[in-house]
């Protein structure tokens, strides 16, 4: 079947420009299958990344037909449907273009720098300062495994960093991929560093509260992370913390209260601010 690619190709610090290849493919095709024959057929120029092909690495996403999308897994057929393309004297056109929210380095090729930054802001690695040292390595039970089967799929391709509505205006945002990595720590039997992590995303809007709920993460997630849902896990844990500390308070007073009531008359004055 024919094929239009229109790619969106930049240097960096050069405007871009739409360059367009047509290709003869079948629908099993995947996107990167077709960037592969524009690449070893036509152009030799043209810049992307890829390595496993097959949903593994992340290397190879991009933004295809106007959503972030690893191109390896997408393929003609699933892209004709969703473009729903109905004209019989015109090939159907597919537009690829460079993930957004990073810099472009060339073509579909991006600076991932601030991506990998952001993740080793929240220190992605399990805490086991506070335990003393096991004879073996530390064991947990399936249940306890299961926890982290959701948040530790992610393969880090960037696609919901591409689409975060948040990071496209506030840059200090930490990002869906470091908040779903932070929540697989949290859930995580033998980290120790819970408190600490659920403080540092209680700061402004630069930790779970910058997230505007638009969902784009969720939906974009090529492994199910479903990123959106451990921000809000992370907010749940903060607002459970916070209503403790505030019955805390509470129980507090009243411990307060009954000490001036079981006391001289000369306190009774100051009830009514206390309770
Ligand atoms: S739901 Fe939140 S983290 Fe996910 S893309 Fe939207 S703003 Fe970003
Ligand atoms: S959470 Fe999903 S979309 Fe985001 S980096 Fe991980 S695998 Fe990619
Ligand atoms: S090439 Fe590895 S995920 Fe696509």
Partial sequence: MKIQFKILRQKSNKRPHLQTYNLDVGLSATILDCLNRIKWEQDGTLAFRKNCRNTICGSCSMIINGRSALACKENVGGELKKLRHSRKDTPPT?????LENLPVVKDLVVN?????????????????????????????TSEERLQLNQS???????????ECNT???????????????????????RDTATDTRIEAQ????????????????????????????????IKQKILDRKD??????????????????????????????LL
């Fill in 94 to 98: 597919m537009i690829i273009a460079p």
């Fill in 167 to 189: 990071l496209k205006v506030n840059s200090d945002f930490v990002g869906p991929h470091a908040l779903a990595k932070t929540q697989r720590m949290i859930v995580d039997s």
């Fill in 152 to 162: 530790s799929s992610c393969i880090m391709c960037g696609a919901c960093y591409s």
């Fill in 202 to 233: 209680d700061i402004g809007t630069r930790g779970v509260w910058g997230c505007t709920r638009c969902h784009f993460c969720n939906v974009v997630c090529p492994m199910g992370v479903f990123p959106m849902d451990q921000i809000s896990y």
């Fill in 112 to 140: 991932m720098s601030h991506f990998w930054r952001k993740l080793e802001a929240i220190n992605p690695y399990v805490s086991i300062k506070a335990h003393s040292i096991p004879k073996r390595e530390f064991m947990q």
């Fill in 244 to 273: 403790s500390q505030d019955s805390r308070v509470i129980r507090h007073r009243k411990v307060l209260v009954n000490l001036v009531k079981q006391g001289d008359g000369s306190m009774s004055v100051s009830l009514d601010y």
